[in-house]
């Protein structure tokens, strides 16, 4: 198995409403990544958890929180978000020491009205 | 820091070869990395350079200079599948940071 999958693929919200974003991997790997990619940009790292401890916070502002309840699992909490935060979320994984070969999900496509 | 260039688009013909250049500026440079993007779909890896030299694989290959913080990713007898963007990818110290440039979109053309 090597796929990420992430869920939902589409999400439409309102800025008051209280959502999550999922992302599963079972290829053993230890380290996880939030990404945010908006159209025609490149992707820009959110978070990164390595043994599910959290390792990399690039600024997020905290209306978005991230969660490793364990080592296949990443959630992406969503509160109170803005309209400019309408973007495509994208989870990967890899091994901690891959250097940078990283597996992608899908992504899941957030529209904040 | 980091500071990656690349052009923003490319066009090629099928069965050509394209080179498509990448310059960095990465304080504690640790690795180069090459992903595809086809639109709407995630990015794919495609090559990995840590030491100067060529990486082959199949029709893709990567290059790397880091006296020149330059990069190419080379490829070869193309196919109108591979048009997509590609990213070139930048690693900083030993933990598990990349920063993407913005990506070439390469377009190829019968």
């Known amino acids: 198995d090597t796929e990420v999958t992430q869920t939902p693929k589409h999400l439409v919200m309102g800025m008051t409403n209280k959502k999550s974003l999922k992302c599963e991997q079972h290829?053993?790997?230890?380290?996880m990544y939030w990404y945010k990619q908006k159209a025609k940009k490149p992707p820009e790292l959110m978070f990164v958890y390595s043994y599910e401890k959290l390792s990399i916070n690039e600024s997020v502002p905290s209306r978005f929180s991230p969660e490793c309840p364990n080592s296949s699992l990443l959630n992406l909490h969503l509160h109170a978000l803005q309209p400019e935060d309408s973007a495509l979320y994208l989870c990967?994984?890899?091994?901690?020491?891959?250097?940078?070969?990283?597996?992608f999900g899908e992504g899941s496509r957030l529209t904040v009205l | 820091g980091q500071n990656i260039d690349q052009p923003t688009e490319m066009t090629a013909t099928e069965g050509a070869i394209v080179q498509i250049n990448c310059t960095y500026q990465?304080?504690?440079?640790?690795?180069l990395f090459w992903y595809q993007q086809h639109a709407g779909e995630a990015p794919t890896f495609l090559s990995y350079n840590v030491l100067d030299g060529l990486e082959e694989k199949g029709r893709f290959s990567s290059f790397l200079s880091r006296s020149k913080g330059y990069s190419y990713l080379l490829l070869k007898e193309l196919q109108m599948k591979d048009s997509a963007s590609y990213l070139c990818?930048?690693?900083?110290?030993?933990?598990?940071?990349?920063?993407f440039g913005t990506g070439t979109q390469l377009k190829v053309e019968l």
């Open positions: 290829m053993g790997h230890r380290a």
């Open positions: 990967a994984s890899s091994q901690v020491d891959s250097g940078g070969e990283l597996f």
């Open positions: 990465t304080s504690g440079f640790n690795g």
């Open positions: 990818a930048s690693k900083a110290g030993g933990g598990n940071k990349l920063t």
